[in-house]
Nanobody
Framework: VQLQASGGGLVQPGGSLRLSCRADGNVFATNYMAWSRQAPGKGREFIGHVTSSSGASVVDSLKGRFTISTDNGKGTAYLQMNMLRVEDTAVYLC??????????????WGQGTQVTVSS
């Protein structure tokens, strides 16, 4: 299983970005996809997740600016980020859990994509 994260880059304060994370390879199904971020010199911060049973949720501190969605079980999760702030600068990571084709479980983290918010 490989995770492909994309969509990061440089954006001005107030701008928007949409990150995507796709699970490819030996994947039968995904049932949990989550986003976290890690800013320089800080610990990893959980952003939110989407599951096949309960839908998507984002932590209270980011609600209203960040939204998580999927492509309806096809293996891609999205993180829509609006009204970005300098303090949103971080490496954004995705975590995917699911079943491989032999029905064994997997739990992988992607390498991360850099988001820099700066004028």
């Amino acid at each position: 299983v490989q995770l492909q994260a994309s969509g990061g880059g440089l954006v001005q304060p107030g701008g928007s970005l949409r990150l995507s994370c796709r699970a490819d390879g030996n994947v039968f199904a995904t049932n949990y996809m989550a986003w976290s971020r890690q800013a320089p010199g800080k610990g990893r911060e959980f952003i939110g997740h989407v599951t096949s049973s309960s839908g998507a949720s984002v932590v209270d501190s980011l609600k209203g600016r960040f939204t998580i969605s999927t492509d309806n079980g096809k293996g891609t999760a999205y993180l829509q980020m609006n009204m970005l702030r300098v303090e949103d600068t971080a490496v954004y990571l995705c975590n995917v859990r699911g079943l491989q084709n032999d029905y064994s479980g997997f739990d992988y983290w992607g390498q991360g994509t850099q988001v820099t918010v700066s004028s």
